[in-house]
C-alpha cells in the first residue's frame, strides 16, 4: 500500500513557474521500486497523461504538449517525484496527479495502482 500526497499547486500568470511534489509513504515495496507518473485533469476533460519516470530515474518520458518545459524528477532518498514546470500556459490549468506503478514505465492511466488526492495548478492570461 502506498500513499501519494501532492503539493506545490497554485495560481500563477501565464510565463511563470511552478514545481510540484508527490511525496511517497506506506508499507511494502520500497518508493525506489516503482515507476512514477504525473496526470492532469482540466474541468470537463479526460485525465491526461503528463510525464513518467522510472524506478531508478534513468528513463524518463514527457507528453509532447509539455516537452520542453516540463520536467519530472526524483530523489528516492526522500520518497519524493517532482514535476518542474516552466513556461506555463492558461491551458495548463488542471488538478495535477501523480501515481505509482509497480510494473514498467507506461503513459496508461489504467496501468497505475496508487494515486493522490491531486494538486490544482491555475495559470492566468
Known amino acids: 500500500q502506498v500513499q501519494l500526497v501532492e503539493s506545490g499547486g497554485g495560481l500563477v500568470q501565464a510565463g511563470g513557474s511552478l514545481r510540484l511534489s508527490c511525496a511517497a509513504s506506506g508499507r511494502g515495496r520500497t518508493f525506489s521500486s516503482y515507476a512514477m507518473g504525473w496526470f492532469r485533469q482540466a474541468p470537463g476533460k479526460e485525465r491526461e497523461f503528463v510525464a513518467v519516470?522510472?524506478?531508478?530515474?534513468?528513463?524518463?518520458y514527457h507528453a509532447p504538449f509539455v516537452k520542453g518545459r516540463f520536467t519530472i524528477s526524483r530523489d528516492n532518498a526522500k520518497n519524493t517525484v517532482y514535476l518542474q514546470m516552466n513556461s506555463l500556459k492558461p491551458e495548463d490549468t488542471a488538478v495535477y496527479y501523480c501515481?505509482?506503478?509497480?510494473?514498467?514505465?507506461?503513459?496508461?492511466?489504467?496501468?497505475?495502482?496508487?494515486w493522490g488526492q491531486g494538486t490544482q495548478v491555475t495559470v492566468s492570461s
Open positions: 519516470i522510472s524506478w531508478g530515474g534513468g528513463r524518463t
Open positions: 501515481a505509482a506503478n509497480a510494473g514498467e514505465v507506461t503513459t496508461q492511466r489504467s496501468e497505475y495502482d496508487y
